[in-house]
């Protein structure tokens, strides 16, 4: 059978995240071939009466809290409101799911809904920064992280507001299907299949107002792509955008949050994941590869960002989907 999702939609919620589930698991995908997908159900705690959505809109959920319970995978995209009463019924529900062995997954407020059932207690979750503090005080037992863009504690995933519910869904499907397959789907949402950093980068770094960044560091940033496995320098970078190492430093770091090198760092991690993925070469021949100078600097550098060993993402991940 197909794997079942079901997420939860209320009235008054806003449509992005609940939108983003959708899109991920809720699309026919015929360039997946004949490949399992998910089955989505949209529920609610009465079906079929009509929802308000921000934005001047409504919908209707066919289905109840009964098929969330029995779903294999339970998304919630949000909660009326941030530290609310959470209905009781849905902490049932969610509790039920999960003593089924469901995985369960929040987005943005999503979070708190989670957080009544207790099953986040002692444990380490993340949501929207703008609720991060909140969600700390009313839940002293959970470690909130209000930086990082998800968390994933096996049972149950957590994930910060917005755009970060795409990096977790994506997540989901290369752990059910495998690289090949997330990026595919990826492609079709016109995202990267993983990204890194953090809400913070979000947080501190202004929007720069369109056409104010120097194109060469757009042409840098290709040009690094297609040259990661060789070593690349701040230097060299600056060199193909035709800046100074001391102006590109600033409109890099302007443009996308991040010093160059850490970015590189990043994408080269980005890059080892499929390698590890298919089970082929050493993880001492994935890091050279991407372009580390040593296995010991690759560990460490995955290690921070993915908050796992090589080895140990290679043994999680290795011949998903197939």
Not at 2 to 27: K, R, S
Not at 159 to 166: E, K, L, T, V, Y
Not at 201 to 223: K, N, T, Y
Not at 285 to 300: C, I, K, L, P, Y
Request: charged fraction near 20%; proline fraction near 5%.
């Amino acid at each position: 059978m197909a794997h079942q999702v079901a997420a939860l939609a209320f009235d008054g919620m806003a449509p992005f995240e609940l939108g983003v589930v959708v899109e991920v698991f809720g699309l026919s995908r015929p360039e997946l071939g004949e490949r399992d997908w998910y089955e989505l159900a949209v529920c609610a705690e009465r079906p079929g009466e009509q929802l308000r959505a921000v934005g001047g809109f409504s919908l209707r959920a066919e289905h109840g809290l009964d098929v969330l319970a029995a779903a294999d995978t339970v998304i919630v995209p949000g909660v009326p409101k941030a530290g609310g009463e959470v209905s009781p019924a849905l902490v049932a529900a969610l509790r039920t799911a999960h003593a089924r062995g469901a995985r369960l997954v929040s987005i943005c407020s999503g979070a708190f809904a989670v957080a009544a059932t207790g099953l986040l207690d002692g444990r380490r979750a993340t949501t929207h920064w703008r609720y991060a503090r909140l969600l700390a005080e009313r839940h002293p037992e959970i470690e909130v992280d209000p930086d990082v863009l998800y968390v994933d504690n096996g049972d149950v995933l957590t994930s910060a507001g917005s755009a970060a519910g795409i990096d977790l869904c994506l997540y989901l499907v290369r752990a059910d299907h495998g690289a090949a397959v997330v990026n595919t789907v990826a492609r079709r949402f016109v995202v990267p299949p993983h990204r890194e950093g953090g809400q913070a980068q979000f947080i501190e770094a202004a929007v720069r107002p369109v056409g104010e960044e120097h194109d060469g560091v757009a042409l840098s940033m290709e040009w690094a792509l297609r040259r990661l496995h060789q070593p690349l320098t701040v230097a060299a970078l600056a060199r193909t955008a035709c800046l100074s190492e001391r102006s590109y430093l600033r409109h890099f770091s302007r443009r996308n949050g991040v010093s160059p090198m850490k970015w590189v760092i990043s994408q080269r991690i980005a890059a080892s994941l499929p390698l590890l993925e298919s089970g082929e070469g050493t993880v001492d021949e994935v890091a050279a590869a991407v372009g580390f100078d040593s296995a010991a600097t690759f560990r460490h550098h995955f290690t921070r960002a993915m908050r796992t060993t090589p080895s140990a993402y290679r043994r999680t991940f290795a011949g998903a989907g197939r």
